[in-house]
């Protein structure tokens, strides 16, 4: 069977799926304002839960998080047993977060979408990255520096399990590269975020632990 329509179809759909700007969306009906134009300037989770609380946050978090997991399902449904296809599905998605049509191409960072395509497709080493970001943010409460080494620690895991622990990972040469870009392009969106590490000015959640710790180390 052909499948040059129903790949089109999946490319399209999965980029159009992207591009609905959750926190756009939230803000503008329930707020009044664009997201945009508030804290960071970004659409995604993390400053909406900045700018309009945790609910909303979490409410745009698994929006955002299934609009990742959706092409992936649709992808496996339209071209069975193709890796390839549902990780081109999950990209194209997460490249409609970044750069949404809906939204002038001003889009987030596309994290919470990347991780919703790569919990359908690989959801062991997900798991490992998802604990990295936690850890990272439960103990500085900066999301950017977290999302990163989830990132890289997502390539490092799939070659740890492959080549050093000798579990068969199907699919292992089609995810490999695609884990080594989707590194890339984590810390390629963070650009910003990088250099306000460096500087110190990084932005961060002011989580109650934190701030005991600090008050004892004055």
Not at 125 to 132: P, R
Not at 171 to 188: D, K
Request: charged share 15%; with cysteine; proline share 4%.
């Amino acid at each position: 069977m052909d499948n040059t329509l129903p790949a089109i179809l999946l490319i399209v759909i999965s980029y159009l799926i992207g591009s609905i700007p959750s926190g756009v969306i939230v803000s503008r009906f329930f707020f009044g304002f664009d997201i945009r134009d508030k804290g960071s300037g970004n659409m995604g989770s993390t400053n909406v839960f900045r700018v309009l609380g945790r609910k909303w946050g979490i409410i745009v978090q698994l929006a955002d998080i299934l609009k990742g997991i959706i092409p992936v399902i649709l992808a496996f449904w339209l071209i069975p047993d193709s890796m390839l296809w549902a990780l081109l599905a999950g990209i194209c998605s997460t490249i409609g977060h970044i750069f949404p049509v809906f939204s002038h191409f001003k889009g987030g960072k596309g994290i919470n979408t990347l991780a919703g395509m790569l919990i359908a497709i690989d959801p062991l080493d997900t798991t490992v990255a998802l604990i990295i970001f936690l850890l990272v943010f439960v103990s500085t409460g900066i999301v950017s520096l977290g999302s990163m080494l989830a990132a890289i620690m997502l390539t490092l895991s799939l070659i740890l399990r492959q080549n050093i622990l000798t579990v068969r990972v199907d699919g292992y040469y089609i995810l490999l590269p695609f884990f080594v870009a989707i590194s890339f392009l984590v810390i390629l969106t963070h650009k910003k975020n990088i250099s306000r590490l460096l500087k110190g000015t990084e932005n961060r959640f002011s989580l109650p632990w934190l701030q005991r710790t600090s008050k004892k180390g004055k």
